[in-house]
C-alpha cells in the first residue's frame, strides 16, 4: 500500500512486466493495469495475489482493529510454539536424565513445529504445504542454529578473558 501510493508509476510498471511475462502483449497489459490503477483498493488487492502470491487481509469483524487482533493471534502463536523447545527438556524430565537425549527431543519437537507452521502457512500462499514447511523449517533452523553459535562462541569469549566465576565450570 505505501509503495502504491508512494511510487504508483513503479506499482505499474511492475505489474504491467508481470501480466507481460504470463502473455499479455503489452499494450493490453497497460490498460488492464492502468485501468486496474484507478481503484487503489482493486488495484492492491490484485497486486497482492499476483505479484506477492498472497491474499489480502480480510477484516476481522471482532469489534477490535484488525492490528489488536492480528497482535493477539502474534502473541499466542508465539507463547504456544516457544514453549515446544522447552517441552522437549520438561516433560521427558522424569524419565531421562540425559542432557544431550533432551536437547535432541527439543531439536526433534521444534523442527516438527516449524514443519508444521510451514504447512499451515501454505494455505494463505501459493506454495505447496510440503515446501512452505520446508521453507519455515530451513529458515527456523539456520536461525536457531547461528544463536546457538553466537551463544558458543560468547561463552568462549568470556571463559577466555577470564570473566567466568570458577563455579560455572
Same mark, same amino acid.
Given at each position: 500500500?505505501?509503495?502504491?501510493?508512494? #511510487?504508483?508509476?513503479?506499482?505499474?510498471?511492475?505489474?504491467?512486466?508481470?501480466?507481460?511475462e504470463?502473455?499479455?502483449? +503489452? !499494450?493490453d497489459?497497460?490498460?488492464?493495469?492502468?485501468t486496474?490503477?484507478?481503484?487503489?483498493?482493486?488495484? /492492491?488487492?490484485?497486486?497482492?495475489?499476483?505479484?506477492l502470491?498472497?491474499?489480502? $487481509?480480510? $477484516?476481522?469483524?471482532?469489534g %477490535?482493529? &484488525?492490528? #489488536?487482533?492480528?497482535?493477539?493471534y502474534?502473541?499466542?502463536?508465539?507463547? +504456544?510454539?516457544?514453549a515446544v523447545?522447552?517441552?522437549g #527438556? +520438561? +516433560?521427558?524430565l522424569k524419565? /531421562?536424565? !540425559?542432557? !544431550?537425549? %533432551?536437547?535432541?527431543?527439543?531439536?526433534?519437537?521444534?523442527?516438527a513445529?516449524?514443519?508444521?507452521? @510451514?504447512?499451515?502457512?501454505?494455505?494463505?500462499?501459493?506454495? $505447496?504445504?510440503?515446501?512452505? @514447511?520446508l521453507? /519455515?523449517?530451513?529458515?527456523?533452523?539456520a536461525?536457531a542454529?547461528?544463536? #546457538?553459535?553466537?551463544?558458543? @562462541?560468547?561463552?568462549?569469549?568470556?571463559?577466555?578473558? @577470564?570473566?567466568?566465576? &570458577?563455579?560455572?565450570?
Amino acid at each position: 500500500m505505501w509503495e502504491f501510493e508512494n #511510487y504508483p508509476e513503479g506499482e505499474v510498471n511492475e505489474m504491467v512486466e508481470l501480466y507481460v511475462e504470463r502473455g499479455l502483449p +503489452v !499494450d493490453d497489459a497497460q490498460t488492464i493495469v492502468k485501468t486496474m490503477a484507478k481503484h487503489k483498493d482493486f488495484f /492492491i488487492d490484485v497486486m497482492m495475489r499476483d505479484e506477492l502470491g498472497m491474499e489480502p $487481509p480480510e $477484516p476481522s469483524g471482532k469489534g %477490535l482493529p &484488525d492490528h #489488536y487482533i492480528s497482535g493477539l493471534y502474534c502473541f499466542s502463536a508465539f507463547m +504456544v510454539c516457544g514453549a515446544v523447545p522447552l517441552l522437549g #527438556y +520438561v +516433560v521427558p524430565l522424569k524419565f /531421562i536424565d !540425559d542432557k !544431550d537425549t %533432551l536437547f535432541a527431543i527439543s531439536c526433534a519437537l521444534t523442527a516438527a513445529t516449524l514443519f508444521l507452521l @510451514g504447512a499451515l502457512k501454505s494455505k494463505f500462499t501459493t506454495m $505447496p504445504w510440503w515446501r512452505s @514447511g520446508l521453507e /519455515i523449517l530451513t529458515v527456523g533452523a539456520a536461525t536457531a542454529a547461528a544463536a #546457538y553459535l553466537i551463544g558458543w @562462541g560468547v561463552e568462549r569469549m568470556v571463559e577466555h578473558m @577470564g570473566l567466568a566465576g &570458577d563455579d560455572d565450570h
